[in-house]
């Protein structure tokens, strides 16, 4: 098992906050939203960390997955809390880990039926090879060439990101 130091995830959130100051400059305010569970952690970092005024959006997307029988359903972790119209406002999308592509594919789908954004950014902590989905990140902390046999976590307690063979 690989194991990465709370040092080196506060450097990549550290890039990630400067790759996303330059678009609250660049662009009309955009509203963030996290991925339960992961990418809300990321997202409360950096949503502080950027001072941002609007409160941080929070997506269950379990409901909006595709692959059910592969992973079987996990506990209900709360309703999705969208406190702003998401309709033409430009939207920073935060997950933890991106994989396969499914689960970012699924946050898409329920931000939709919230309302049409004028556009999504999506930022994660974590960018893995093995996508099963044409989906890539606009901002990475970090990027990783893992084995498809591996699984990437985020530990948000101790804030570590760790490397290891997936539970079969």
Request: charged share 20%; proline share 4%.
């Given at each position: 098992m690989t194991q990465f130091s709370s040092n080196d995830v506060t450097?990549?959130?550290?890039?990630?906050?400067?790759?996303?100051?330059?678009?609250?400059?660049?662009?009309?305010p955009f509203f963030m939203?996290?991925?339960?569970?992961g990418g809300v952690d990321v997202g409360r970092h950096l949503h502080s960390a950027l001072d941002l005024q609007e409160p941080l959006g929070q997506l269950n997307i379990s409901f909006y997955r595709d692959d059910f029988s592969k992973m079987g359903l996990h506990p209900v972790v709360g309703p999705s809390?969208?406190?702003?119209?998401?309709?033409?406002?430009?939207?920073?999308?935060?997950?933890?880990?991106?994989?396969?592509?499914?689960?970012?594919?699924?946050?898409m789908n329920e931000i939709f039926d919230f309302g049409r954004p004028s556009r999504?950014?999506?930022?994660?902590?974590?960018?893995?090879?093995?996508?099963?989905?044409?989906?890539?990140?606009?901002?990475?902390?970090?990027?990783?060439?893992?084995?498809?046999?591996?699984?990437?976590s985020l530990h948000a307690q101790s804030m570590t990101v760790s490397v290891g063979r997936k539970a079969k």
């Open positions: 450097g990549w959130l550290n890039n990630m906050q400067e790759q996303l100051q330059s678009l609250t400059v660049a662009d009309d939203i996290g991925i339960r569970t809390q969208v406190p702003v119209s998401v309709e033409g406002r430009h939207i920073v999308l935060v997950d933890d880990v991106l994989s396969s592509g499914r689960t970012v594919r699924a946050a999504i950014t999506l930022a994660v902590l974590v960018q893995r090879t093995g996508h099963e989905l044409p989906i890539r990140a606009d901002v990475v902390g970090h990027s990783i060439d893992v084995p498809d046999s591996d699984h990437v």
